[in-house]
């Protein structure tokens, strides 16, 4: 089978302060999402998730190491082809659920494919929207939703343009603890079939849903665990010592 994504050996390194040395987000990270597979990269804040995430999906440039997105090596693509082979295809879902206001439920599904010009229809929206549980809240505006109900909104827009993977990066982190677990049934239900999920997140009991789960520390995948429960998940993260 074809990785949906096959990272190999990726840096990613900001210019640091004026007077500061570089700093290197990433050192060399490898990884692979087979189709239909679920991958959580947890890890302490500032060892590089969002911005793995950010390499990974083609959001943000790597210093080197290569990225095969959906078959394709990213350094080859031009801005304009890595648009077309990102829309549709692949989906990202923030913390921040990033809605428009002004926009009904409805309205903010449809919205994406609108901007690409590409058909939608009524039904496609309605469909998506009871993927997620709110098939009776497309006329609501995001303001009228909680906080978990919002960020549903922003996945079913993510499901609407049918994408074989979906990028998440800390998506439960504004919510309780039972909104949370709404929204990673929901992602866990999403990886199935052709299509998979990257998760970003620092909730062990989030990322113990998925089938594998890295753990980033200083920039590096330091553990990789399979499977792994909760507790170990904890384990991963807290171990000093390198195994
Ligand atoms: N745009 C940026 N400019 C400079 N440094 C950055 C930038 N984005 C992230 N960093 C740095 O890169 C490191 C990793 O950040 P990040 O990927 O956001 O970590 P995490 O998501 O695990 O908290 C941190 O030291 C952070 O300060
Ligand atoms: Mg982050």
């Avoid at 996945?155 to 800390?170: H, Q, S, W, Y």
């Avoid at 677990?181 to 866990?188: S, W």
């Amino acid at each position: 089978m074809t990785p949906l994504l096959d990272a190999h050996d990726l840096t990613a390194t900001f210019s640091g302060p004026t007077d500061g040395p570089p700093v290197k987000a990433l050192r060399g990270v490898s990884l692979r999402v087979e189709p239909g597979e679920m991958v959580s990269i947890v890890g302490p804040s500032g060892s590089g998730k969002s911005t793995l995430l950010y390499c990974l999906s083609g959001l943000h440039p790597v210093t080197s190491g290569t990225v095969r997105l959906l078959g394709r090596d990213l350094s080859t693509l031009r801005r304009g082809q890595l648009a077309r082979l990102r829309r549709g295809r692949v989906g990202f879902v923030f913390q921040a659920y990033n809605l428009i206001p002004a926009l009904t439920a409805h309205e903010n599904v449809a919205l994406p494919a609108r901007l690409a010009r590409r058909s939608l229809s009524a039904t496609d929206v309605d469909r998506a929207l009871a993927q997620v549980g709110l098939a009776d809240r497309g006329g609501h505006r995001p303001s009228a939703l909680s906080g978990g109900q919002q960020q549903r909104v922003a996945i079913a827009r993510v499901l609407a343009t049918g994408p074989e993977l979906v990028f998440a990066d800390e998506p439960t982190g504004a919510l309780d603890t039972a909104a949370g677990v709404e929204v990673l049934d929901l992602l866990r239900e999403t990886a199935s079939g052709a299509r998979s999920v990257v998760l970003v997140t620092h909730d062990v009991t989030a990322a113990a849903r998925a089938d594998r789960v890295l753990v980033l520390r200083d920039g590096l995948v330091f553990r990789e665990l399979v499977r792994p429960t909760p507790d170990e998940v904890f384990a991963g993260i807290t171990d000093r010592e390198k195994v």
